[in-house]
């Protein structure tokens, strides 16, 4: 991203419309104050992880009137295992809701240095349904490739964009370079993306005042290059987004 950036100063240049932009990357939205925390299922294994969801079904089952047979010994066995790997199923299972809780704070939370402030970002538009009044509505987004089977970003890896210059956006995942005021303002739509519906939620919401497209080809396979396979700072890969996805690590809520 940040080479792409520095692409856009050399190939848009600065505008005496936009003096005081300030040109920032998708990892200047996340709220960094929160994202260090202590998280004991980060380095679990997958077993491990199935042994714990284990435990809590096999303790759900054992306060019932009439438990499974052998639920007490089957319990005391996968907690043996567990135990012998160096792993405290039962402080574990009292943390869940504590990390689950962390985890989304994480991802949820926006950098309050960038509430009000008038910038530009780059990254790839997805056509929303056109707000009450008919303004069209959109979202940007750091990476292409979401769709009903692929989770979002992390909200605060999410702007809702309020398009007030005529701009429509045509086609989804078009590169574009948008400048505009933007806010930490909360949202959350149910839309269509590609195969299916998909919950929007988004940390950011921006009033757009100009939009750059990649008309030309050379720019836009730059682009492509630039962000094939992207990363952002690591959040936006699939296992880090299902693992960040607001669930318990062992159970929903």
């Known amino acids: 991203m940040r080479h792409f950036l520095a692409a856009l100063a050399v190939i848009f240049g600065a505008s005496p419309l936009f003096a005081d932009v300030e040109q920032i990357n998708w990892a200047d939205l996340i709220d960094q104050s929160v994202q260090s925390y202590a998280d004991p299922f980060r380095d679990l294994t997958h077993n491990q992880i199935a042994g714990l969801r284990q435990v809590v079904k096999l303790s759900s089952e054992l306060e019932e009137v009439n438990p499974p047979e052998n639920a007490a010994a089957t319990l005391a066995e996968v907690k043996k295992t567990l135990s012998d790997e ?35 970002l780059g990254g790839f538009v997805i056509p929303a349904p056109a707000a009450e009044d008919g303004t069209p509505m959109a979202y940007l987004v750091p990476e292409r490739g979401m769709c009903s089977h692929v989770p979002p970003p992390p909200p605060n890896q999410m702007v809702r964009l309020r398009v007030a210059n005529g701009w429509m956006a045509t086609r989804i995942y078009e590169p574009v370079v948008v400048t505009g005021q933007i806010h930490i303002q909360q949202s959350n739509e149910r839309m269509m993306v590609v195969d299916g519906f998909v919950s929007m939620q988004a940390t950011f919401s921006m009033d757009v005042s100009d939009v750059q497209t990649f008309d030309q080809p050379s720019v836009r396979r730059s682009f492509a290059v630039e962000h094939s396979g992207a990363r952002n700072d690591g959040t936006t890969r699939l296992p880090d987004r299902l693992r960040r996805n607001g669930h318990s690590p062992i159970e929903k809520r």
């Open 86 to 120: 160096g792993v405290d199923a039962d402080w574990l299972i009292s943390q869940r809701w504590i990390v689950a809780d962390r985890r989304k704070l994480a991802r949820e939370a926006g950098n309050p240095a960038k509430d009000g402030v008038i910038i530009k």
